[in-house]
Nanobody, 126 residues
Framework: QVQLVESGGGLVQPGGSLRLSCAASGFTLDYYAIGWFRQAPGKEREGVSC????????YYADSVKGRFTISRDNAKNTVYLQMNSLKPEDTAVYYC???????????????????WGQGTQVTVSS
């Protein structure tokens, strides 16, 4: 059974950092793309970053490029999202997700992803 569990969210001041983790079970994540998404109250779910299954290429939304870094630890079956220089507009529930079939590398369209974690809250506020 495919399962994704996010952790690492919390309250941080503007300019601070957090590292989110996405622990996978029921499948080997290096065979599948993994994406990070976020959803703020009253807003649509937004693709933040993804890492491809084939060669580990990484992709980012323009809003987080240069501040966020996605990485994968195959030995731990875990994907991370390092978030630096956080801004109040980064406040949202963050989800990791994986598709059930191959997708175009770099896709950040949430509807292409089938399995989702429960989410972790990130709040950036002074």
């Amino acid at each position: 059974q495919v399962q994704l569990v996010e952790s690492g969210g919390g309250l941080v001041q503007p300019g601070g950092s957090l590292r989110l983790s996405c622990a996978a079970s029921g499948f080997t994540l290096d065979y599948y793309a993994i994406g990070w998404f976020r959803q703020a109250p009253g807003k649509e779910r937004e693709g933040v970053s993804c890492i491809s299954s084939s060669d580990g290429s990484t992709y980012y939304a323009d809003s987080v490029k240069g501040r966020f870094t996605i990485s994968r630890d195959n030995a731990k079956n875990t994907v991370y999202l390092q978030m630096n220089s956080l801004k109040p507009e980064d406040t949202a529930v963050y989800y990791c997700a994986t598709p059930s079939r191959p997708v175009v590398a770099g896709t950040l369209s949430w509807y292409e992803y089938d399995y989702w974690g429960q989410g972790t809250q990130v709040t950036v506020s002074s």
